[in-house]
């Protein structure tokens, strides 16, 4: 038999993919399937069981975030033993995978009670999650707040650029409550020693007051306490 007799096998084209549509009902692994298939810089999120898509994001949002961040890393940089993340994947549950702007966590060998999994996704409520919103009527203080209560995450910083406003909120018992500044109008994390915020500072980008307010988190006994320092 001749070689131009065979007839060559064609492997069945793959079925095109499923996009992820805003609205759509679906479980964490069926939504994840569809989010590794969009184009490349498509942003989603499963929150209670519903795909977000969130809208394209102007400067004063890019500009609080960069600030928040940069105070992560920086408690992070003085405190062996967390890890501070940007825009990464969390698997919360079953129903539920997001990309908070920032997260703080406690390393998975120090204790904490968030993991990274074998594919570089964090998977549990970290400790502390934070994210920009423009208002308080944003999903991410409506069912991302359950979301997260749900999933055990013990603090959840919001901040409201249209409101100008931050929100830290605490777990008690199995709900958040929202915290108090001190008489400084500085927020104290109950979770991290040390992590001092300003608040106004923030809203105003003042990024030398962000980080002094920090840095004298970062000197106090709280701080001591919580490295063992």
Known sequence: ???TSLTTAHPAEAADPVPLEVGDHLDQPTFHERYEQMPYGIRAELV??????????????????????????????????????SNT??????GSEVQPDGLLMIEASAGGQARIDDRGYVTGGPELLAE????????DMHSKRRDYEQAGVLEYVVVL???????????EQHRFAE??????GWFRSQVFGGLWLDPQALLD????AVQQALMRGLQSDEHRAFTGG
Not at 89 to 94: E, I, K, M, R, S
């Open 89 to 94: 994947t969390v698997v919360l549950g079953a």
């Open 132 to 139: 920009v919103a423009l208002s308080s009527a944003a999903y």
């Open 48 to 85: 209670e069981g519903v795909v977000y898509m969130p809208s394209p994001l102007k400067v004063d949002h890019g500009d609080v975030d960069g600030e928040l961040i940069t105070w992560l890393k920086l408690y992070k940089a003085a405190t062996p033993g967390t890890r501070a993340l």
């Open 205 to 208: 980008c003042d990024t030398q």
């Open 179 to 184: 915290a108090s500044p001190g008489d400084d």
């Open 1 to 3: 038999m001749s070689a």
């Open 161 to 171: 650029l249209r409101e100008r406003r931050v929100v830290w909120l605490v777990r």
